[in-house]
């Protein structure tokens, strides 16, 4: 369906559907060492080549025996510290003095705490009877030899990281980053630092992209501001078509008559939808580019992402809508975003006919969750989207939501904050 024509307001559960339809993920892969390997995503499972812990050991400092003995004194024949095992056996009323770690001796059953002893330089003396396997760790009772510790698909975090370590592993095999290339438009566009002129304004969506982007594993090209003019825009679409996965752009995507990008992008390749029944975020573009004039019979390029040029609706937009496109095209395999049910404290204003998703202040008091608007809702005010802590998220179909309503309420993740 041609995008100019295309009628209505698309809802949001379709854009996401569509756009996750449409994508087809990355799967060349390269190997990292593990050091470079955070937020990455695995290539292949990951199997434990040893068992953790690789040898049963001592969960306290205290004395190794046989629970058998713990009724008589015992002969302290040793000493066994982590890393520096104890090479005798326990004979019958024989123990070791055994550290944290070490290796439990041969012919032990129990570590016994050592304040739960009476010792001499020789003996000691159990206070109370133990129990065989008493503050042992046993190999393999956290990590078998051979088992599954992560699947494919899996984004590595800081603890998974030394869970591998853990095993040994220094090296690991992840998809590749996807390039993104990054754009904004606007002749009112200034960069930070310089000044401004009558009617101008600082850019700051494509900052607020870049430091967004930086949570995905991505390798980022910054096109820069570019001008209102049809040429720049096509030579920037150009550079960006020849290199990347991904175009992400912000503005030109409504019907101003400075608007250019919509009309270029007709010549590169297919948009597949323009209007997101979605506020804030109405105008937003999804598609596929090609390396060439569409005309010319060329393999397609890269996604493009067209959002819209308010700031609050930009990063919106691109949290909602572009980070689980770019989380599904890394092969990650992505879990639905946490929602909660919570107490409206204040009035919230909504007209019915898009998903609204205002920015709200989240509490939790007394088994309770209790949200309030975190104040103007409009799609330039950028401050609200900083002291609020979730989204209130409200459907399509519903109108004004009364103080003490229930509402649904989705926490920001790491990916927006």
Known sequence: MDCNTQPGLLPVEDALARIHTALIPLVESEPVILAD?????????????????????????????RASDSHQPLRIIGHALAGHPFHG????????????????????DTVVMQENVQASDAHIQLQA??????????????IATGSILFAKGHRLTALDIGLLASVGCAEI????????????????LRKAGEPLAP?????????LLKALLTRLPVELLDLGIIPDQPEALRHAFQEAIAWADVIISTGGVSVGDADYTRNILGEYGTIALWKIAMKPGKPFAFGQL?????????????WFFGLPGNPVSTAVTFHQLVVPALRHLCGEQVSPSLSLTA????????????MDFQRGILRFEQGQYYVRSAGLQSSGVLSTMINANCYIRLSLEQGAIAAGSEVEVVPFDGFIR
Do not use: F, W
């Open 37 to 65: 390997a955070l937020d990455r995503i695995l290539a292949l499972p990951v199997e434990s080549a040893v068992a953790v812990p690789p040898y049963d050991n001592s969960a306290m400092d205290g004395y190794a025996l």
């Open 89 to 108: 056996a326990l004979n019958p009323g024989d123990c070791v003095r055994i550290m944290t770690g070490a290796v439990i001796p041969n012919g032990a």
């Open 129 to 142: 009877p133990v129990t065989p396997g008493e503050n042992i760790r046993y190999a393999g009772e956290d």
């Open 173 to 188: 095999r992840v998809i590749r980053k996807l390039r993104v290339a990054l754009l904004t438009t606007g002749d009112e």
């Open 199 to 207: 009617g101008c304004l600082y850019d700051s969506n494509r900052p």
């Open 290 to 302: 090609h390396q060439q004039h569409r005309y010319q019979q060329q393999d397609c390029g890269g």
């Open 343 to 354: 107490i409206a404290e204040t009035p919230l204003k909504k007209q019915p006919g898009r």
